[in-house]
């Protein structure tokens, strides 16, 4: 009996987070919400955007996060590779999932048009800067497949 309900929740956990990510994306690619301009790039980032990641407060450890804090985003990635992943032309950086204990298939990450991709990350770039780091610190290029 124990197994059945391991497998049950185990299915309804998985099955849960496929019909979040399908509604999300569904409700994403068909939205007002993903206009280019930075009021809407604003919205997004604040009802879309926050539900995996961190804008506020301090910094926390992975463990207790679904995806990248990413209050100093403006700071800390290039625009031009942000906004090649937010289009889905460039890889994850973290292959298996934010969380490698877990030891499981990343989950989706939502794929915008080129001009949307060009809003959000201009919209980072003015919103979340952090003196501490230094713009354009993280570079993709240097990391390695060991590291990632």
Request: hydrophobic share 40%; proline share 3%; charged share 25%.
């Amino acid at each position: 009996m124990k197994q059945k309900l391991r497998f049950l929740s185990n299915v309804m956990e998985t099955t849960g987070w496929l019909v979040l990510i399908g509604a999300c994306v569904t409700l994403l690619a068909f939205s007002p919400l993903w206009a280019s301009d930075a009021g809407q790039a604003e919205t997004t980032v604040q009802n879309v955007c926050s539900t995996c990641h961190k804008f506020q407060g301090d910094p926390e450890s992975r463990f207790n996060l679904k995806a990248p804090d990413l209050m100093w985003a403006g700071s800390k990635y290039q625009h031009v590779w942000l906004v090649g992943f937010l289009t889905g032309k460039e890889n994850r950086l973290y292959a298996k999932s934010y969380r490698w204990d877990q030891g499981r298939q990343p989950d989706a990450h939502v794929t915008l048009p080129e001009d949307q991709a060009e809003a959000i990350a201009t919209y980072l770039e003015k919103r979340y800067v952090d003196s501490r780091v230094q713009v354009g610190a993280f570079d993709v290029s240097k990391v390695t497949k060991k590291e990632a």
